[in-house]
């Protein structure tokens, strides 16, 4: 296993890129410059399991459906909501979110409503994401090819999330 550098990571996403969609002039939120130049030029993305990236529609879609206070905890006001970004999710139903420092945040569903307080915060950015990301699919490759992960490599992926960032592998929301 091995961290992709995120110039590689760029070129593997963009190299089948479609149209530009960009995001609605009525978007005022501040988004990292690769996550804009990226998810504007690409289709819905499985990176893996745990990883789909949306487009800038799909992203802006989702968003403006979860902006409907019915979705967020009742002591949650409009303004806060409007603090996340929705742009991506796995395969069960949970969420990956910007709140407005760009940070990465994961919302399991089995939480229910949304909530700041139901967020984990994996102290990481966008770019770190996808170097994470990427490293799940490598995760995936094996488990595919094998049919289970053995201790090396569950020891060699902690590793490899500790160099992405030193706080990854403790806020990491899935078992290992």
């Known amino acids: 296993m091995k961290i992709i550098p995120i110039e590689e990571i760029r070129t593997i996403l963009l190299v089948e890129s479609s149209s530009n969609q960009n995001f609605p002039k009525t978007v005022t939120y501040k988004f990292d410059t690769l996550y804009s130049e990226i998810v504007t ?10 990883c789909i990236l949306f487009n800038s529609v799909e992203a802006y879609n989702t968003t403006k459906e979860f902006s409907d206070k019915s979705y967020w905890a009742d002591n949650i006001t409009s303004s806060e909501i409007e ?6 999710q796995n395969g069960q139903g949970d969420f990956w979110l910007f709140d407005k420092n760009n940070k990465i945040l994961f919302y399991d569903h089995n939480h229910e409503e949304l909530s700041p307080v139901n967020f984990i915060n994996l102290g990481i950015n966008f770019q770190q994401w ?5 490293l799940n699919k490598q995760l995936d490759e094996i488990y595919d090819t094998i049919g289970k992960l053995n201790n090396e490599t569950k020891i060699e992926f902690k590793k490899q999330l500790q160099s992405i960032n030193e706080y990854l592998l403790e806020n990491y929301p899935f078992e290992i």
């Open 41 to 50: 030029k690409i289709k819905t993305t499985e990176i893996s399991s745990e």
């Open 83 to 88: 603090n996340f970004w929705f742009f991506g």
């Open 130 to 134: 996808l170097q994470f990301s990427f």
